[in-house]
């Protein structure tokens, strides 16, 4: 069983930077990799990154690359989402799940409660 919480949205104006964190607990969580996921209203659930087992490796979808960091400290079981240049595109709310680490919704086992991420114009 692994556990997930995610915080730090918020509301921001376009352009500007917030950064997600997610608090990850149980026996396994180790063994896998966390991303994160975005999620709007009449919309699928959309990758954004995703970090290693180790956090050496990470991934990124497009819409995020340049603009978003994940990061994994593993000595405290959290992983991170540092969003810059943020867009009223951006705006969804945001998951952290464990899993394989692909884009694929699919192949996590794991997921946390979200946290809302509103960015205006």
């Known amino acids: 069983q692994v556990q997930l919480v995610e915080s730090g949205g918020g509301l921001v104006q376009t352009g500007g930077s917030l950064k997600l964190s997610c608090a990850a607990s149980?026996?396994?969580?180790?063994?896998?990799?966390l991303s994160w996921f975005r999620q709007t209203p009449g919309k699928e659930r959309e990758f954004v990154a995703a970090a290693s087992v180790s956090g050496d490796s990470t991934y990124y979808a497009n819409s995020a690359k340049g603009r978003f960091t994940i990061s994994r400290d593993n000595a405290k079981s959290t992983v991170y989402l540092q969003m810059n240049s943020l867009k009223p595109e951006d705006t969804a709310v945001y998951y952290c799940?464990?899993?394989?680490?692909?884009?694929?919704?699919?192949?996590?086992?794991?997921w946390g409660q979200g946290t809302q991420v509103t960015v205006s114009s």
């Open positions: 799940a464990a899993g394989t680490g692909s884009s694929r919704e699919g192949e996590y086992d794991y």
């Open positions: 149980g026996r396994t969580v180790s063994g896998y990799a």
